[in-house]
Every structure is written in structure tokens, then in C-alpha cells.
């Protein structure tokens, strides 16, 4: 039930109440305090009633004092993709871009909140139930998430409110989903609607009494009404729990609590005791406490509008009531008068009940006043009322004046004109087919179709083929496939029997209901007969329904055969489908062969797609694309001057052609198409002939000229960039790359045009390495190869390219980020290969880079299980390669550590290592000192590994006792073989060495100034 009534501030009183209304909600407020306390839940599911205007909750506030309009529009957009169209994805796409850097804590929250808002307003549109559901449970996920995360935040309030709004209309639909369910789904869905009540009904105390902390004269008008919001959503969820519950007593009690609190809180002559008295209605209905209910429903109709109409002209006149105040009194009977007539029919009281439909139908008549959706839903129960009573209504119900009859006799005895005179059955089928032709809640239409249907069964009754008809749309509606079926085929015969003007205006839409009836029990081809016989033996009695149905004969028979199979009576079905669209559905002929083409095309026979694109006419909605299409599948034909002929034939004589103008929508949606895919297309053509500089020309600013033509744009500028490459235009093709860069940085199109000008660099650079324009390429080879990397799945040579790209370029940080990729993609790699290329290569330099950062725990981590393996293979009596002699020695340093500075005066640094046990101390003394062996002695790098070496010895030596003295006694053998023990041989040794990269880390007096602080710490 929808409660969306515009209303005065929460707490005016309506103008103009009847003069007896104080007596009248007095003997209410009598019955409020001794309440008997229930006796058993409803049978039925509660629907709660939601949210109205005037007491809902605003929507959030969005950033008012942003820096960025464009944030606050992003803000708005991602809100309407979700509440408008049901495009949640795209909202989600469209916050994702937001730029939150420039919001302040609170714009961060609200644009958390409106995050949280997409999914509720996304399940509101979803006609899907499961669906709906999960965007439900996904809207309360991400709402708690933020209340768990901000509980200080000052939207603290809000993200509760909103919180407690999406459960409430969670549990409503729900509710709505049991009333068709039974079994394992009915006791799953009930649980469901008492989880998702039970998490928010205790946020709505807390909520209410912050809000109503604050004092009266200080709390603002939003506040107001968000407070008796809340005081009535409790409400009705504390009932929805007890009518859920084996014994629903205490939280009906509580609920009724929360009611009496709203009408106190609002005042008499309010909306808010208004719904207050409908939602007591509604928890007194759930307790077969039918005259309780039927009071307080009477309660709000006759604060509203007067049960006598006489009265209500009255006050009308006494107080000025002009139409805006008459609907909103309007819109509260609506809301109550369903609720109204059950109970006094629950009760027994049929004339009570039958009083309160002929009520509602004069004044609805009386004011001329469109129905809301709560009015239809009251429509249909009223109809249903007064189909029951089997009786009569006369007078005149445009003045008011309708009133009920238990027998002819006595409607006719007052009742003179036969004009004013009608029996209930007619009048309850006029109100269903009202309700059935003008709502546009399919809820509600499948409501009164069924009603219709049940009417059109009930013995003795005589129902139009049309209303039959309407019934069994009820029925398909519903899923009840099956009556519906049978509904259906009995209708046939009485339609073959009857009238043959009734056949012929219903038959159409009869086979085409039961063409979709039998699509949805996944019977194609009876489907596809049923819609074939509305269009062969039946046309011309409903023109639309004919082309509906040649339609979907002709989609379910293209989906049905395969495109390739031209003869055999399924074949001829096709031909026969298709010639129906050509004849029945004019606008829709041409796209049937150009749809039939573009399969075709799709399954490459291209041939045959051409032969189906001929049949469309040009100067159709479909003819130029069809032309153009044409034109493409000459190409994949590699019939180039056949293709480039029909390209030019739609861009140089039909495009600029005045008689092919159109002011079609689609025609011209085709045609932008059409001249994005002939423009690019041409130019893949002239590119096959080498027509490079004509390639140029053809798509300069082909993103701009198309727009929304993304995929095409991407390929325009690739083509563009191959083409300045072709005429060795290096520098229009970066600027080419660049652009097609900008427009689409993560395509997998960027990517490849990235190697292809790599390619094309990377033959330039041979020769050139150590120039300057070497190093210039270089770095675009890299650049190059870091756009290609990032799509994709990169190979191992195309990731330790740009890694070694970078290395050479010395950029460290580039090269780490590079040999990081490498690593973590094919560090584990099942490829014996690949791992020996990651041994040697990447993990060395890898290592290096990380040492260089002093992120040393995380060389430790990639070196020590390899020096782990290499010991235990030792120890086995075999060899392991998985550490080479590079590696070794970061693995040495990751392990115990190393000096820095002292060169050029520079103080000694001493960087810690990791540590660990003896044997990997010892792992790396061996090793070191096996590399150094290896080495002419007195040879700067032979000084360097043995430094390592007695360092390690150094570092071990501090928690190994039984090495004390062996760092002197090693350095004292080296320096009793020098000319000093100042150790300046090693200065004069290594700046006579060659290799510039040991030279670069010995000379300017390091390595001899780490001897002599090694020395010093021997002593």
C-alpha cells in the first residue's frame, strides 16, 4: 500500500473538520488505553504502509559547500541512474569516478550514504522479486557497514533513518512476495522479513529518542516529521514481527505503544494521528479484532470526509475548501477505506461494510478525483465487496447519491430512472476494468485481471469475450500458466462458435497471449505456431496485434533454425515469418533482413550476408547500415575495390543526397552508425592499398566527429598511429599513441598499439645505444612497454624488457615497479625456462633494487628460502642454481647487513641486516668466500667479497662467542701481504678498475675506509 499523500506541516490540524469530530476522536482516545491485549496473529502477512510525503524523511543533503559543482552533479546523476532507471552499475561506475580528494569528512560521508542509497533505490525499480532481494540485502549491508564505520560521524542520524526506511520497505515487498509464495520459499521468505525487522526496529528507538531529546521549539520542522516517521515505521515493524511470531502479543503491545506515541506526538486533526489510527486498524485486523479495527479505520474517514455527504458540502462551503485541501482529505479515505470495509465484512456486518464501498464510490464520483494507488487498491476490494453481496446499486453516483440494494425490488421502488439502476456484478466489473486499463503498477493490473477472471467464472454470470479476456491476462500475470492455458483455449472455442466480429477483434491478442504463455513455459515452437495462426488466419482485426504478432513468429523461427539451413519446412517457416513482418509490420520489414544478414555476417558466411542485406531497401530505417554492412563483408571477402566502392557509394552519393533526409529517429541513429563504420572502414581499406597519407586524412578527429563510437575511436587512432609509422612519421605517431592513450588508457587496443610503435622504436635503437638519441628512444620504448603492460596478461619478455629498459635508463624506481610485475607473475611459474630466466635475471636485480630502498625484509623474504634450498640440496649431496653468484651476495647483505657512505669524507653508516641462524651465516661465509677464491687476489673486487666476508664473520661473531678473534686474524693476513696497514693499496688498487659499476662502489676511498672502521672494531 502506497502512502505517498502531499500534506500541511506535521503538526497543522486539517482546516474545517466536522463540528462533531472532537466527540468523535474522543470515544477513540477512550478506547487507547485499556486496550485488551491480543489474542492470535493474523493468518495473513502484514502489509506495512509506507512512507508519505510529508513524513518521510528528505532525500540526503547533498554537498552544499563543495569546491566542485561537477561532484554535486556526479552526486545527483549516480542518484537518478538508480531511483529513475534502475541502473545501479552505472551509479556505481559514476561515484567510483568521483574525485574524493577535494570533499571534506562530511561530503565523504554523504557521498558514502548515497552509495548506500543505490541499492534500495535500484530494488525499488526491479520487477525481478530474487533480484530485488539482493539489492535489498545489498542497500542494509552497505547502510550497517556505515554505521559501524562513522559512529561519530554527524550523518550518523540520517544513515539510521535511511537504514531503517529501506528495511521497512524491504519487509513491504517481502510481504507483497509471500502472498504468491507457499512451501520452503513462504517459510524462507518469512524468516527473511523477521531478520530484516528484528536489525532495524531497535535503531528506530534510538533514533526517536535522540530526536526527541532535542527541545520542541528548537527542533526543526524536518525533524518533526522525521521523528513521527520513525514513530510510525516502529510501529508497523513491532506488528509485522508479531504477526510473524507464535505468539505475537508483546510485540503487538509495543506496537500499538509506538502508535499512541504518534497520534499524542502529532495532535488531533493531524496526519500523523491519522496514520496512526489506519496502522492501529491494521494490528487490530491482525488480531481478528475486527470492531476494534473497523473503528479506527472509520476514524480517519470520518475526520476527513463525513460518512453523510450532506454535511461535507456543508463544510466545504462554511470553510473555503477548494481542490488541493479536498484531495489531500481525499487521499486519507483512500487509505483507510479498504482496510474499513474488510473489517465490518470480517465482522459479519455486510451493511456496514457495503455502506463504506457506496462511500467511497460517491465521493470519488461526487469530487471527480484521480485515484492514487492506495484509491485503485481500494477499488478492487470495494468491487470485490459488492460482487459478493449479489445484489443492486441505484442513483445517480456522479451526484453522490449511489446506495445498495439487497434485492431489485427495493432499488426500484426508489430508483425510477433505469439509467441510475445496475446490479453489484456489473458495477464490481466496471471498477475492475478500471482499475485493470489505467494503473500502471503491474502489481495492482494483475489484481483486478484476476478479478475480471473470477467474474467471468462465477455461474450464472455472462461476461464479454473482452472481460474473458482480460481474466486470462490476470492469470499469465500470475505464472498460473496452465489456467491461463486453459482459460485460453476455452475462450478459442467460444470465440470459433461466436460472433465473427468478436473473433476477429480478439482472436490476435489471444494467440498472441497464449504465444507468450507457452515462451515462458519454454515451449519455442508451440509458441511460434500460436503467434503464426494470429497472423495468418486472423489479421486485420487489430492491426498492432498483427505486427506483434508476424514478430515474434518471426524472432522465435530465426532463433529456432539455423541461418545456414535454407530449404526443409522449418526453412520455409523463416520465409514465411519474414514475409509476415514485410506485411504486417511495415516499419519493421527492412530490420528483419538486415537482422537476418547481420547473423549471417556473425557466423562469417558473408555471402549469404550479403544476399539478405540486398533485400533492404535503401531508403528504409535499415538500408544504409545494410548498404554499408555490405561494404564491410566485401572486405572480410578481401574484395577491397568491391568494398572501397560501396563506402564511397554511401559516403559521396547517399549520405549527401537530399531524398535520403529523414527525420526518423532510428534512420538517423542508423546513419550515425552507419558513417562511423564506413569512414573507418575506408580507411582500412586504403591502408591495405598503402594509401597511408589518405588514411590520415580519412580519420583525422574521428573521436571527435563520432561521438560514442568508442570502440571504433580506439582502432582510428591505432590505424592512425600505424599509418604515420608507415610514412616513418615518428613523431606524429606518438602524438597519435598519446591521444588514443588519453581516450582510453586501459583498452587492450592501447596496449597493442603501444608494441607496435615499440616495434617499430626498438629497430631504430640498434646502433644508437650509446647516444643520445639511443637514450631518448630508450625511454620511449620503455614508456611504450609500461602502457602495454598495464592490460592485460603481459608475456615474460614483454615485462623484463621494460624492467631492463628501465635499468638501463637507471631509473630505479620504474625498474623495481617493473621487476616487482615480472616477479609476482611468473615467480612461480610451472616453466622450467621461465624460472631459470627468473633466477638469473629478475631476482638479482630485483634484489639489488630492494636492498638500494633498504626494503630489506622484503629482499630477505625473496632470497632466504632459495639459499634454504641450495643448503639442503648441498646437503643431500647435490647442486642447486637457483641462487647465482649476484644473488648470493644480496642475500649476504639482505643477511647480515652493510656499511654505507664514507667516501669523500662521508661518515660510515651501518645498516642492519636481518639476522638468523649459524647455517645460513655459514651458507654465506662459504659462499663468499668460494666467489673470492674465484677472483685474482689483490683484484678490487677480490678486496670487496673479502670485506663481505669478514663482515659476515663480524656480524656472526655477535652471537656466535666461539668466532672472537677471527675477524683480526683475517684482516691481519691480508694486510701483512700490503705495502701498509693503512690499507690505502685498496684505493690504489680500485681506481685502476675497470669495471665501472665494482668502481662506482669502491673508489673516492670507501672500500679502504670500511678496512680501517673494520679494523678499528677488531681491536
Not at 487498491?377 to 453522490?400: I, K, M, Q, R, Y
Not at 432499488?411 to 425510477?416: F, G, N, Q
Not at 581499406?685 to 580519412?698: A, C, E, G, N, Y
Request: glycine residues 8%; contains cysteine.
Amino acid at each position: 500500500m502506497d502512502c505517498s499523500i502531499p500534506l500541511p506541516p506535521p503538526t497543522a490540524p486539517l482546516r474545517g473538520l466536522p463540528q462533531r469530530q472532537p466527540r468523535f476522536l474522543a470515544s477513540v482516545r477512550a478506547r487507547l488505553a485499556p486496550m485488551v491485549r491480543p489474542h492470535l496473529p493474523m493468518a495473513f502477512p502484514f502489509m506495512a504502509i509506507g512512507p508519505i510525503l510529508g513524513l518521510a524523511i528528505s532525500a540526503p543533503a547533498f554537498a552544499q559547500d563543495t569546491s566542485s559543482a561537477q561532484i554535486e552533479a556526479d552526486l545527483a546523476f549516480a542518484e537518478g541512474l538508480a531511483s529513475k532507471w534502475g541502473f545501479v552499475d552505472l551509479a556505481e561506475g559514476v561515484l567510483a569516478d568521483v574525485d574524493t580528494g577535494s570533499l571534506s569528512d562530511r561530503q565523504q560521508d554523504q557521498l558514502a550514504l548515497v552509495g548506500c542509497s543505490l541499492y534500495s533505490q535500484g530494488a525499488r525499480l526491479e520487477r525481478d522479486s530474487a533480484k530485488r532481494r539482493e539489492l535489498f540485502d545489498r542497500a542494509l549491508s552497505e547502510y550497517q557497514g556505515f554505521l559501524d564505520s562513522n559512529s561519530n560521524s554527524p550523518l550518523i542520524d540520517q544513515a539510521s533513518a535511511e537504514f531503517v526506511s529501506t528495511a521497512h520497505l524491504y519487509s513491504q515487498y517481502l510481504a507483497r512476495d509471500l502472498e504468491d509464495a507457499v512451501g520452503d520459499e513462504a517459510t524462507s521468505l518469512k524468516e527473511r522479513q523477521s531478520e530484516v525487522l528484528m536489525g532495524s526496529v531497535a535503531l528506530t528507538g534510538e533514533a526517536i529518542t535522540s530526536l526527541q531529546s532535542i527541545d520542541e521549539d528548537e527542533r526543526s520542522q524536518r525533524q518533526t516529521r522525521q521523528m513521527y516517521q520513525l514513530m510510525l515505521q516502529r510501529g508497523q515493524m513491532l506488528a509485522a514481527i508479531g504477526a510473524n511470531s507464535d505468539d505475537g502479543e508483546f510485540y503487538f503491545e509495543q506496537a500499538m505503544d509506538s502508535f499512541r506515541d504518534l497520534a499524542s506526538a502529532a495532535g488531533d486533526g493531524t496526519p500523523g494521528a491519522f496514520l496512526a489510527f489506519d496502522a492501529m486498524g491494521a494490528v487490530f485486523a491482525m488480531q481478528d479484532r475486527w470492531m476494534e479495527s473497523a473503528l479506527f479505520y472509520d476514524a480517519v474517514l470520518e475526520s476527513t470526509i463525513p460518512f453523510n455527504l450532506d454535511d461535507w458540502q456543508k463544510v466545504k462551503e462554511a470553510e473555503g475548501i477548494g481542490l488541493p485541501a479536498i484531495e489531500m482529505r481525499f487521499s486519507f479515505v483512500q487509505l483507510s477505506v479498504d482496510g474499513a470495509i474488510e473489517a465490518y465484512l470480517a465482522d459479519g456486518d455486510n451493511e456496514a461494510a457495503l455502506a463504506r464501498a457506496m462511500y467511497f464510490i460517491n465521493t470519488w464520483k461526487l469530487e471527480g478525483i484521480n485515484l492514487d494507488r492506495n484509491g485503485k487498491e481500494a477499488l478492487l476490494v470495494v468491487a470485490t465487496a459488492l460482487l459478493e453481496s449479489n445484489g443492486f446499486v441505484g442513483g445517480d453516483l456522479s451526484s453522490g447519491e449511489g446506495k445498495w440494494y439487497a434485492t431489485e425490488e427495493a432499488m426500484r421502488a426508489e430508483v425510477r430512472s433505469r439509467r441510475d439502476r445496475t446490479d453489484t456484478t456489473t458495477l464490481a466489473t466496471e471498477l475492475a476494468s478500471e482499475v485493470s486499463e489505467t494503473t500502471s503498477y503491474g502489481y495492482l493490473r494483475t489484481r483486478a485481471q484476476k478479478l475480471l477472471a473470477d467474474i467471468s467464472d462465477t455461474p450464472g454470470v455472462a461476461v464479454s469475450p473482452a472481460l474473458r479476456m482480460e481474466g486470462i491476462r490476470g492469470e499469465y500475470r500470475s505464472n498460473n500458466f496452465d489456467v491461463a492455458v486453459d482459460k485460453a483455449l476455452n475462450l478459442s472455442r467460444a470465440l470459433a462458435a461466436g460472433e465473427s466480429s468478436d473473433r476477429l477483434e480478439l482472436m490476435p491478442t489471444l494467440c498472441n497471449v497464449l504465444g507468450n504463455i507457452y515462451v515462458k513455459q519454454e515451449r519455442p515452437l508451440e509458441a511460434a505456431l500460436a503467434f503464426r495462426e494470429g497472423v495468418d488466419k486472423y489479421a486485420g482485426g487489430d492491426l498492432e496485434m498483427d505486427g506483434s504478432n508476424a514478430r515474434s513468429f518471426n524472432a522465435l523461427m530465426t532463433r529456432l533454425v539455423d541461418p545456414s539451413e535454407t530449404t526443409g519446412p522449418m526453412a520455409n517457416l523463416v520465409k514465411e515469418a519474414e514475409a509476415f513482418v514485410l506485411e504486417h509490420s511495415e516499419t519493421e520489414g527492412d530490420k528483419i533482413f538486415f537482422t537476418a544478414g547481420n547473423k549471417l555476417e556473425r557466423l562469417k558466411d558473408y555471402e549469404g550476408a550479403i544476399e539478405k542485406y540486398k533485400n533492404v531497401p535503401l531508403d528504409g530505417n535499415w538500408g544504409e547500415r545494410a548498404l554499408v554492412q555490405r561494404g564491410l563483408c566485401q572486405l572480410r571477402l578481401r574484395k577491397i575495390d568491391a568494398a572501397l566502392a560501396l563506402f564511397d557509394q554511401f559516403l559521396n552519393d547517399v549520405v549527401p543526397d537530399p531524398q535520403y533526409d529523414t527525420e526518423s529517429p532510428r534512420r538517423k541513429g542508423n546513419r550515425k552508425q552507419a558513417l562511423a563504420t564506413a569512414e573507418f572502414y575506408r580507411a582500412v581499406v586504403l591502408f591495405t592499398k598503402q594509401q597511408h597519407q589518405d588514411v590520415i586524412v580519412q580519420l583525422a578527429d574521428f573521436a571527435g566527429r563520432h561521438k560514442g563510437q568508442d570502440s571504433l575511436a580506439r582502432s582510428a587512432f591505432s590505424l592512425t598511429m600505424r599509418a604515420h609509422l608507415a610514412l616513418d612519421q615518428i613523431e606524429q605517431a606518438r602524438a597519435a599513441l598519446d591521444a588514443l592513450k588519453d581516450f582510453a588508457p586501459d583498452s587492450p587496443v592501447t596496449a597493442k598499439a603501444s608494441t607496435n610503435m615499440y616495434l617499430t622504436l626498438s629497430k631504430q635503437y640498434k646502433g644508437k645505444e650509446d647516444t643520445p638519441k639511443g637514450q631518448e628512444l630508450l625511454l620511449a620504448m620503455a614508456q611504450l612497454l609500461e602502457v602495454s603492460n598495464s592490460v592485460g596478461s603481459p608475456t615474460y619478455g614483454s615485462l623484463w624488457n621494460e624492467a631492463k629498459h628501465w635499468i638501463d635508463l637507471q631509473s630505479d624506481d620504474n625498474a623495481l615497479k617493473a621487476l616487482r610485475r615480472v616477479y609476482a607473475r611468473f615467480g612461480s611459474s610451472d616453466d622450467a625456462e621461465t624460472l631459470k630466466k627468473i633466477n638469473n635475471f629478475v631476482i638479482p636485480d630485483l634484489a639489488r633494487l630492494l636492498l638500494k630502498n633498504h626494503e630489506i625484509n622484503e629482499a630477505s623474504a625473496l632470497l632466504t628460502p632459495l639459499a634454504l634450498q641450495m643448503i639442503e640440496a648441498e646437503k643431500d649431496g647435490g647442486k642447486s642454481k637457483v641462487l647465482g653468484r649476484r644473488a648470493t651476495t644480496y642475500f649476504a647483505r639482505s643477511l647480515t647487513g652493510w656499511l654505507e657512505g664514507g667516501a669523500n669524507g662521508k661518515p660510515i653508516v651501518e645498516v642492519p641486516g636481518t639476522g638468523g641462524d649459524p647455517e645460513l651465516f655459514k651458507f654465506v661465509t662459504k659462499k663468499l668466500d668460494t666467489y673470492a677464491r674465484q677472483k685474482g687476489s689483490f683484484s678490487c673486487e677480490w678486496f670487496e667479497l673479502k670485506f663481505m666476508l669478514i663482515y659476515a664473520t663480524y656480524q656472526w661473531g655477535k652471537v656466535d662467542s666461539s668466532l672472537a678473534g677471527s675477524v683480526a686474524t683475517q684482516l691481519n693476513a691480508i694486510a701483512g701481504q700490503m705495502s701498509n696497514t693503512s690499507w690505502d693499496d685498496v684505493d690504489q688498487i680500485c681506481e685502476d678498475e675497470e669495471d665501472e659499476f665494482i668502481k662506482a662502489r669502491t673508489t673516492g676511498h670507501a672500500l679502504r675506509n670500511y678496512f680501517r672502521w673494520l679494523a678499528g672494531k677488531a681491536k
